[in-house]
């Protein structure tokens, strides 16, 4: 499964422009630049690992940056003199993350984000690039849920806390480091950072779900430049919320959200800078499938809604998102000698002929027969007896048998009723002596509904049927109509001998 992609992305730096300028990148570190790759990625459902996994991804991910945006003007665009760029200007950072988690059944899962990332630049008709590492992070992700046993029961949503750092491995190029720029986007910051974050989500039993994270990230401690130049990056907080749903179940999906990131003002010398820190809205959309061969694939896109920045600051043009997983492990496999037994199989299958002689012997020749199989202590059963035997008193043309069910052990259940959970339980076999249906439970009082076409009389006149009545009560006696094996007493158990089980298997009707 794609794991948080915001997580994987790289902490993006700043360029903080020649000294005249001072123009920031509005999104530069802001750890929601692909929150959608993310927050969306499980429109299939909840995935909770059985067995320790391991999963790999990598991603991709495109964005342009080529308009500026002016505080002093109503957060609209930037005269091209204010921030000493042609008009030609433009940057694209593409980024690469691979990424691999280990997962533990108990609750826990640790990843590491390895991000490459190429920064291409066009100025005054003249095209370079910056490729390089960018800076590597690194988390710890606990299922509240399961470390706590929150929510186990039902359709209750799922929390997640993760804390990371951030490690300064992408070069990172300050203002007193430079005399000119030509880009406004660094591959790094320069300093560790701190992280934490949180997720929570459900789902519904349709398969759609909603989401609400969030994340802080500060800088651990002050950048040191050349000439003991110090900045002080400000604080950084996002606030996702969304929805997912299901197009092919557990085979593709989509997801919709809206994220809102705010970033603090950072200060260069002790004094704020004036073209840091701000806000933004940006709305995200992911589909995401299964591919063959066991990946997940996942594309997105994000498109800006509302940015408010302070100072003058690039922004990014809306940007996409794909990337692929592969999870190792994770689910409970059955092994050799060990395996979970089948639940057991009818005796006799609709449109078979039983091979049980004991059953054998109760249809009747070239008739239609209903075995009704009954017990003292089954309450429906006693329901459904004045009816069966009404009706058969107005249908001499049918079979009627009767299996007394009342000391049967576990051993003739088993061979009786093998997959049949509770009493009542009735057999309808046709004139060729196949089977047409076995019903359980509350089912056996609409027996006539299922009956061949010819063979049914009704019953005498006068006699009200238990038509839909004798479902008015399924929830409670049902219960107690399931075998009572703990409480018979010392039952007779069918024996090998047909004649004995014949005798003892009655056709007659039961008292």
Request: charged share 20%; proline share 6%.
């Amino acid at each position: 499964m794609l794991q948080r992609m915001s997580g994987l992305m790289l902490a993006l730096g700043t360029i903080l422009g020649a000294q005249t300028a001072q123009a920031q990148c509005a999104t530069c570190g802001n750890p929601a630049l692909t929150a959608g790759a993310s927050d969306l990625g499980k429109a299939l459902g909840e995935d909770v690992v059985e067995t320790t996994a391991l999963t790999l991804s990598a991603s991709y991910s495109f964005t342009q940056f080529d308009d500026f945006i002016d505080e002093s003007k109503g957060h609209g665009p930037a005269d091209l003199g204010d921030v000493d760029l042609g008009a030609d200007y433009k940057l694209q950072l593409h980024v690469f993350v691979v990424n691999a988690e280990v997962s533990h059944p108990v609750g826990l899962a640790a990843s590491l984000a390895i991000p490459y990332g190429i920064a291409a630049y066009t100025k005054d008709g003249e095209d370079g690039s910056d490729p390089g590492l960018a800076d590597i992070e690194t988390r710890l992700r606990m299922d509240m849920n399961k470390l706590f046993g929150m929510w186990n029961k039902g359709a209750k949503p799922r929390l997640n806390i993760s804390l990371g750092a951030v490690a300064p491995t992408g070069a990172f190029v300050a203002s007193s480091d430079i005399a000119s720029t030509d880009r406004y986007v660094s591959l790094g910051r320069g300093v560790p950072w701190g992280l934490a974050e949180f997720d929570l989500r459900g789902y519904t039993k349709s398969g759609a779900g909603w989401y609400v994270s969030g994340g802080l990230r500060k800088a651990l401690q002050v950048y040191e430049g050349l000439n003991e130049y110090k900045f002080d990056w400000g604080n950084e907080y996002r606030l996702s919320v969304g929805g997912s749903g299901q197009i092919i179940p557990k085979k593709m999906g989509f997801g919709l959200g809206l994220d809102w990131n705010v970033r603090g003002t950072s200060l260069a010398e002790g004094v704020e800078f004036p073209n840091g820190g701000g806000q933004d809205i940006t709305a995200s959309g992911t589909l995401q499938g299964r591919l063959p061969g066991g990946l997940m694939g996942s594309i997105g896109l994000r498109y800006p809604l509302i940015y408010r920045v302070r100072g003058i600051q690039v922004i990014p043009d809306p940007n996409v998102f794909a990337g692929i997983a592969y999870r190792i492990g994770g689910s409970k496999t059955v092994k050799k000698g060990g395996a979970v037994p089948a639940p057991p199989k009818p005796n006799v299958l609709p449109g078979e002929v039983p091979t049980d002689p004991v059953l054998l012997a109760l249809l009747g020749d070239n008739k239609v027969t209903i075995i009704d199989y009954w017990a003292e202590w089954c309450v429906n059963c006693m329901r459904l007896m004045p009816h069966i035997k009404a009706w058969e008193r107005n249908n001499p043309q049918t079979t009627v048998a009767k299996m007394d069910a009342t000391k049967w052990d576990v051993e003739a259940f088993k061979r009786f009723l093998p997959a049949t959970p509770e009493l009542p339980a009735l057999d309808i076999y046709g004139a060729d002596k196949k089977l047409i249906i076995r019903l359980g439970g509350t089912d056996v009082f609409k027996f006539r509904d299922y009956l061949p076409k010819g063979s049914d009389n009704g019953y005498p006149e006068g006699w009200k049927g238990p038509g839909e009545a004798g479902a008015d009560k399924d929830s409670e006696e049902a219960k107690s109509d399931k075998p009572q094996s703990p409480t018979v007493a010392k039952p007779q158990a069918v024996t090998v001998d047909e004649a004995a089980a014949t005798d003892a298997l009655t056709t007659t009707e039961s008292p």
